[in-house]
């Protein structure tokens, strides 16, 4: 099952939510990313410059909110971000679209390790989710709009978060176990690292 531009997002249980570029038009190729990127919660990420355990776990909230703030303007000018600049990269919107699809997953993981014991999040493809619904052709003001008040329902799940449930656990599906903790950091670094990836800003 994959996400819609209406819908919310079902858990995850491939190797990284952390996404390189897919082809989504007939004749590019779909090349995913099947590395694993937990290691960004012992060491700063070289590449954007974020380092995980730099965030109080009580202000990764905050960080999410701000960093969807971002969005809307770089998704201002629509042709541009429609625009890819290699075949194999993805455009601006479709970086969009996919740090929107992270963070409603997010959400839904989220509530799962608070609800339930240890789960196993159900599978999502994040590669055919960029095909199937065509993240292409979605409308840039739309996405935007989705993208901020993704990050508001997870910054609001997290506010509820106490301080005991910041170590419930939840397991993805190729068994890497995650804290709420560590996946909240884990998410934070996913849409950092997606804003350098669109505006070559390094975290600071």
Request: glycine share 8%; net charge negative; charged share 25%.
């Amino acid at each position: 099952m994959t996400a819609g531009p209406g819908r919310p997002v079902p858990g995850a249980g491939g190797p990284a939510v952390r996404h390189r570029p897919v082809g989504t038009l007939a004749g590019v190729t779909i090349v995913p990313d099947t590395k694993d990127w937990t290691w960004v919660l012992h060491r700063p990420c070289e590449e954007c410059g974020f380092d995980t355990r730099s965030v109080p776990r009580e202000q990764i909230a905050a960080l999410l909110l701000a960093n969807a703030e971002r969005w809307p303007g770089v998704l201002a000018d629509a042709e541009r971000a429609r625009r890819r600049t290699r075949p194999d990269r993805w455009s601006l919107l479709e970086y969009a679209c996919h740090v929107r699809d992270v963070l409603r997953l997010g959400d839904y993981r989220l509530g799962l390790m608070l609800t339930e014991e240890d789960p196993t999040y159900p599978g999502w493809d994040q590669d055919a989710a960029a095909i199937e619904d065509r993240y292409g052709d979605q409308e840039p003001t739309a996405v935007a709009a989705e993208l901020v008040a993704a990050a508001r329902r997870i910054a609001a799940s997290l506010a509820t978060v106490s301080d005991a449930q910041w170590e419930r656990t939840g397991v993805r599906g190729d068994g890497v176990r995650f804290t709420v903790e560590s996946f909240a950091r884990y998410v934070a670094h996913d849409t950092v690292h997606h804003l350098y990836d669109v505006t070559g800003e390094r975290h600071r």
